[in-house]
C-alpha cells in the first residue's frame, strides 16, 4: 500500500486524486486543502481542511500520516516553502524546494538563470532595479513591440504587453516604475509574436521527462476577447504535438527545459524535483520561453494525466529519487478538450458563494471540481473558476463535442467560453501560425 499526501484543493489536485488512484497499486491518498472538494473527498481516505499559506497544521498531519511522499499542486505554498517545510518531518514532495521554485515565483531569476548559462530561447530583455533607463532601452532596443513583466506571483495580472494593455511608451514606463515600488525590481524584454503551448515535463532534477503538448486560452470571453484569467480551457492532439505546432518547436522546447534543469542545479546546488511546465511561445525564429512554472498547469493537467498510461506512483518515485531515466512514460494517443464553468463577472468582478446545481450529463464527460465548496446543502462556488468538463476522443473537434455536451447540465450564475477547441477557432490558430513562418 502506498500513502500519498495531496496539498491543494482544486480541479488539478482533483485529477491527481484520480491519476493516483488509477495506478495498480493500492493507494491510500491524505488530502489537505482550504475548502472540501467534493471530487477529491470521495477518494481520499482523509481529508483535513487547513491553510495553504502556513505550514503547522499540514506538517502536523504528514508527521500523524506519514505518508511515503506528498505532491503539492498549487503555486503559492510551492513558492512559500510547503516542500521544504515537509521535508524538515523527513517527506518529500512531488515539488520544488523553495530556492528552486523561483524558477516560477521570480521572473528575473529565470531569465537571469537562462542569460548565465547561454541557455537559448530567452527573447530580448532587462531587468531594472530603479526608473533609470527604462525608457532608453524601450525606445532604443525594443521598439512599440514590449511587455512588462513584474517580479512577483500576481496571477497572471502582472504582466502587462504593448498594444493590448499598454498603448505608449510612457504607459509601459509608468508601469514599469510601479512594479520596481511594489517588488524592488520588474522585467522589460521584447514582445514575441506567435502562437502559445504549454510543455509539462517530469524532472527529477537531472532527467527530464515531457507530457503532451497543451494550448490553453487566457482569455475571458470567446474569441480571445476580454481579461485574463487563470485559464478557461485547454486542448491537446492525438499526437502530443498542436495543429500549429510542429516536432521541431516540441524538441526546442524540451532542450530549454533539459538545459534550464542543469542550469538551475549549477546555480542552486539544488536538484528540482517536480513538474518543470514551460509556457513557450512559437516564433518565425522558433521556440521561446515566455515564462516557467514550478507545478502542473491548471487547466493543462486534465488534458494529460487522464490519458497517462504509465503508473502515476511509479513517476512520483522516480521523480523523488532521481530515476526517471530508468522508466518509459507513456501517453495514450488522443485528442482533448477541457471547459471551465466560472462565475458570473469572473475574473475581475465575480459574484462569490453562489450555488451550483450539476444536472445528468453524457457518460463520456469527465468532470473535475474546482473552487467549490461542498456544504450539507449542495455545492457552492468561491469566487474562481467551478467546474471543468474534459472530452476524449480521436480527434480535438470530437473531443470539443464531448466536453461541450455538458456544459448546458450546470446551473447557476455561471459561463464559460463554447470556442475552445471547435474547428473554427484551432483553424484560426493554423492560419496564424501559417502567416508567421511565411
Ligand atoms: P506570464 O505570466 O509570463 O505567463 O505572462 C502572461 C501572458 O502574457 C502570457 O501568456 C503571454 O500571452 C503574455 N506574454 C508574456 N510575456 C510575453 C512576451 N515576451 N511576448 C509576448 N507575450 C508575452
Ligand atoms: N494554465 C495556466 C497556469 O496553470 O498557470
Not at 36 to 48: F, H, M, S, T
Not at 250 to 265: N, S, W, Y
Not at 372 to 382: A, L
Amino acid at each position: 500500500m502506498k500513502k500519498v499526501l495531496l496539498v491543494g484543493n482544486g480541479a488539478r489536485e482533483h485529477v491527481i486524486a484520480e491519476t493516483l488512484k488509477r495506478s495498480p497499486q493500492e493507494v491510500h491518498i491524505i488530502a489537505y486543502g482550504k475548502a472540501k472538494n467534493p471530487g477529491i473527498a470521495a477518494l481520499a481516505d482523509r481529508y483535513e481542511i487547513g491553510p495553504l499559506n502556513t505550514f503547522e497544521q499540514l506538517k502536523k498531519l504528514a508527521v500523524e500520516e506519514k505518508p511515503d511522499f506528498a505532491i503539492i499542486g498549487p503555486d503559492d505554498p510551492i513558492a512559500d516553502g510547503a516542500a521544504d517545510a515537509l521535508l524538515e518531518v523527513e517527506i518529500h514532495s512531488v515539488a520544488p524546494l523553495k530556492t528552486v521554485a523561483r524558477l516560477e515565483s521570480s521572473k528575473s531569476f529565470t531569465r537571469d538563470l537562462l542569460g548565465k548559462y547561454n541557455v537559448p530561447g530567452n527573447p530580448k530583455f532587462k531587468v531594472f532595479y530603479n526608473g533609470e533607463g527604462i525608457e532608453d532601452f524601450i525606445r532604443n532596443e525594443l521598439g512599440e513591440d514590449f511587455v512588462v513583466k513584474a517580479d512577483g506571483l500576481m496571477g497572471g495580472k502582472g504582466v502587462k504587453v504593448s498594444g493590448e494593455h499598454l498603448h505608449s511608451i510612457e504607459e509601459g514606463v509608468l508601469f514599469a516604475k510601479q512594479c520596481i515600488e511594489k517588488f524592488g525590481r520588474v522585467v522589460v524584454e521584447e514582445k514575441l509574436i506567435g502562437e502559445e503551448f504549454s510543455l509539462m515535463c517530469f524532472c527529477d532534477g537531472t532527467h527530464i521527462i515531457p507530457m503532451p503538448a497543451v494550448q490553453d486560452h487566457k482569455r475571458a470571453y470567446n474569441g480571445d476577447e476580454g481579461p485574463n484569467t487563470g485559464g478557461m480551457g485547454s486542448y491537446s492532439d492525438a499526437n502530443h504535438l498542436l495543429p500549429f505546432i510542429t516536432e521541431k518547436d516540441i524538441e526546442e522546447g524540451v532542450e530549454i527545459t533539459k538545459q534550464t534543469a542543469q542550469a538551475l542545479f549549477k546555480e542552486t546546488g539544488v536538484l528540482f524535483k517536480g513538474i518543470m511546465y514551460g509556457g513557450f511561445i512559437a516564433t518565425k525564429n522558433g521556440s521561446k520561453l515566455i515564462e516557467y512554472n514550478a507545478r502542473f498547469g491548471d487547466p493543462e493537467v486534465m488534458n494529460v494525466l487522464p490519458i497517462l498510461k504509465t503508473d502515476f506512483i511509479e513517476i512520483c518515485e522516480a521523480v523523488i529519487g532521481g530515476t526517471l531515466d530508468k522508466i518509459k512514460i507513456e501517453f495514450e494517443k488522443m485528442a482533448t478538450v477541457c471547459k471551465y464553468i466560472v462565475p458570473e463577472g469572473y475574473p475581475n468582478d465575480p459574484i462569490k458563494g453562489a450555488k451550483i446545481e450539476i444536472g445528468k450529463f453524457p457518460p463520456a464527460v469527465k468532470m473535475y471540481y474546482s473552487s467549490v465548496d461542498q456544504k450539507e446543502d449542495g455545492i457552492y462556488m468561491s469566487s474562481s473558476r467551478a467546474l471543468a468538463f474534459v472530452g476524449i476522443a480521436g480527434t480535438i473537434s470530437d473531443a470539443e463535442k464531448i466536453a461541450a455536451s455538458a456544459l448546458s447540465s450546470v446551473s447557476g450564475q455561471v459561463f464559460f467560453r463554447d470556442d475552445i477547441g471547435t474547428d473554427a477557432l484551432v483553424q484560426k490558430r493554423i492560419d496564424h501560425m501559417k502567416q508567421i513562418r511565411g
